[in-house]
């Protein structure tokens, strides 16, 4: 008797059982809000409409239980590309970041700020997305994202990062190579996200004093030509490959640099290995300041660059880097900007150290300007840029003129520095920072911990110049504040504040208006504009420019009431009324609004709404606003209500009114 064979269905619902189960949880743990959002780019609360900027987020699909996002959320675009847009992405580590020195002195900004200069018709972006401790892997993974956001060229300066960078084969957080693309694509879900968190929690370091450079190091001595070195070089030149193919199958332009180090002036960090002569790296280091003493640069050069080779500790990428880079540019007939080379040329003897380099490789302010000029030559030379140049060619003398970096700025970025090479590894671990006294005589009387508070410092002193008449200084940190425009929005609203509170507002103005106006048009730059105007009594203007911010940022309550307060000026009492209604719309706890409103309110006489308006205000501060009863005693006397008004005049008297003292004295008994 033939047995009945098994219907291959069931076979086929049998395998989707389980795979339909994750999938519901999956979509489970979505619906529920668990988990982070891996997408490259998100909007921000607050952030003007149409705009985007980096995700945070995303850092921990790269570091795990990393303490603070390395990605950095003031690099914004625009949402959808303007018709008459330009849009540069670049690629790379901290020294396409600009590291240790504010945004504004990377490189990518130099050369957004200098094309801009070029094509003042055409709305520049060169959105950089340098970042601390990634490499190759994470620039692969975060490349579809990019390509989803019409880029007109990418720019990469990476390679230092392939040992230590997050996922790398030197890394705490290593990986395989084979199997790192895998795993970022399943760090998406969220069932994945849940077990790597219930995994890490019994896991967690407990040691947060660490940096980001210690945190990172797993191996500390990497033999050259060994193992690890092998995998480094190999998967710079597989995920660079794929890199490249896919760009050029996207049909993108995409030019790359050479990657420079400082070979002369930073010894090694790790002098244990020696080659086939018996040489360490630091006996090769000396080797070459002896030959650079007796004046043979050429030999002196050969000498540091076999130092820096033999280094263990390989922060700075290998020669076997450059080789590789400038094979693939020849192999897929890229624009190669050979950085190494230029910085050389420009160093003294043609040997790179600390005139081009503030540390082992990330280059001072002058060397990220060269940087700068060295991508935009290329731009020109290989005519990718946005057209026929509309204006001359700015000058390295003009754009250092403008350059909106302050003295603030560079003592910050100074301490920067210092915080940085005064920690492993360019001290013994555990050592204490030999640049402590130095950082706490800087001439900053202001702690500042982190970056995002540079503006709030820079609020403050802005004020104090002013006060003390130096209005150079003034404006200068104010146009570095503009140039973050609009994410440092609230630091110049603090800043008008404080103008207002030393009396010096009107001082001000005139000196902020010429930098407002060269803003790019948006929200940030109309709402300003107005707030002048209104300033310097010019109301009609101010309208305008209120109008113009609330279309291109619908129902912000700051913006209605100001566009109010400028129709209140020019007696449009009913226009007024509509704005401060519908800021109390958007927030009823809006005291100012009420109080606005039921001051127009009175003006046309509706004493009724008044009454009720200046209820409000009185109820938002808790009974203490002695005009808030002046004015509703006011409406009551005119609504035949003399007992309710002199209930309010005695109340405001009581709150030390001497006008309701008066008042009182008059009508009441």
């Not at 199958?249 to 400082?262: E, Q, R, V, Y």
């Not at 003295?407 to 920072?433: A, E, H, I, K, T």
């Not at 130095?438 to 802005?462: N, T, W």
């Amino acid at each position: 008797m033939n047995q009945k064979k098994t219907p291959r269905i069931f076979y086929v619902i049998l395998i989707l059982i389980p795979v339909l189960f994750f999938v519901h949880i999956e979509i489970g743990l979505r619906l529920a809000g668990y988990g982070r959002n891996y997408e490259l780019f998100t909007e921000i609360e607050g952030a003007p409409p149409g705009m985007i900027y980096l995700n945070p987020e995303i850092s921990y699909k790269y570091f795990g239980d990393l303490e603070n996002s390395v990605f950095s959320q003031t690099i914004g675009m625009r949402k959808k590309k303007p018709d008459n847009g330009f849009r540069i992405f670049v690629f790379g580590g901290s020294s396409a970041q600009g590291f240790p020195y504010a945004r504004n002195a990377s490189f990518p900004s130099h050369l957004e700020r200098k094309l801009q200069y070029a094509f003042p018709d055409k709305i520049i972006e060169v959105v950089n997305l340098g970042t601390s401790a990634i490499n190759s892997h994470t620039l692969l993974d975060i490349l579809p994202d990019v390509l989803d956001h019409s880029p007109d060229l990418i720019l990469m300066y990476a390679g230092h990062n392939e040992y230590y960078g997050a996922l790398g084969p030197a890394s705490t957080r290593l990986g395989n190579p084979n199997f790192v693309r895998i795993l970022l694509k399943l760090r998406e879900y969220r069932l994945v996200q849940l077990l790597q968190n219930m995994l890490s929690s019994s896991q967690k370091s407990s040691d947060t004093n660490k940096n980001l450079m210690q945190n990172m190091i797993g191996q500390s001595s990497i033999e050259w030509g060994g193992d690890i070195y092998t995998k480094g070089i190999e998967q710079f030149d597989n995920n660079l490959s794929d890199f490249i193919e896919t760009v050029q199958k996207a049909n993108i332009p995409f030019i790359i640099g050479t990657l420079s180090s400082n070979i002369k002036d930073h010894p090694p960090f790790n002098s244990d290995q020696k080659d086939e002569k018996g040489y360490t790296s630091k006996m090769y280091f000396d080797l070459g300041n002896q030959s650079y003493q007796s004046g043979d640069y050429k030999e002196a050069k050969v000498q540091f660059v076999r130092a820096k080779e033999m280094d263990g500790l390989r922060f700075r990428a290998p020669e076997q880097m450059n080789e590789l880079i400038k094979n693939k540019a020849q192999h897929y007939q890229l624009p190669l900007v050979d950085i190494d080379s230029i910085f050389s040329a420009n160093s003294p003897e043609g040997i790179t150290g600390d005139s081009l380099m503030c540390d082992h490789l990330h280059p001072s302010r002058e060397g990220y300007f060269l940087m700068a000029n060295a991508y935009f030559n290329k731009l020109a030379e290989t005519n990718y840029l946005p057209g026929n140049p509309t204006a001359a060619w700015p000058s390295d003398s003009l754009l250092l003129a403008k350059f909106p970096y302050s003295s603030l700025d560079s003592l910050f970025d100074r301490r920067m520095l210092l915080s940085g090479l005064g920690q492993y590894p360019f001290v013994p671990l555990g050592s204490p920072n030999p640049y402590e006294e130095e950082i706490r005589s800087d001439g900053l009387d202001y702690e500042i911990s982190s970056r995002s508070q540079v503006d709030s410092i820079r609020s403050i002193i802005a004020v104090e110049k002013l006060m003390k008449g130096d209005t150079i200084a003034f404006e200068k940190e104010m146009e570095v504040m503009l140039s973050y425009m609009p994410l440092s929005e609230t630091a110049y609203l603090r800043t008008i504040n404080a103008l207002t509170e030393a009396g010096l507002l009107a001082q001000a103005y005139p000196l902020l208006y010429s930098k407002i106006r060269q803003l790019d048009p948006g929200r940030s730059k109309h709402k300003m504009l107005g707030l002048y105007f209104m300033n310097v009594l010019q109301h009609d203007s101010a309208i305008y420019h209120f109008e113009k911010a609330l279309e291109i940022a619908e129902a912000k309550d700051y913006l209605q009431l100001n566009l109010g307060k400028a129709y209140g000026m020019q007696q449009k009492f009913n226009r007024a009324i509509e704005q401060f209604t519908r800021v109390i719309e958007l927030d009823p706890t809006n005291k100012e609004a009420y109080n606005l409103r039921g001051g127009a309110n009175f003006e046309l006489k509706k004493f009724e709404e008044t009454v009720k308006d200046m209820s409000e205000v009185i109820r938002l501060s808790n009974q203490s606003d002695a005009i808030a009863f002046m004015i509703r005693g006011y409406a009551k006397i005119s609504l035949n209500d003399n007992k309710g008004a002199c209930e309010d005049w005695l109340t405001a008297s009581k709150l030390g009114s001497p006008q309701a003292v008066a008042l009182a004295q008059q009508h009441c008994q």
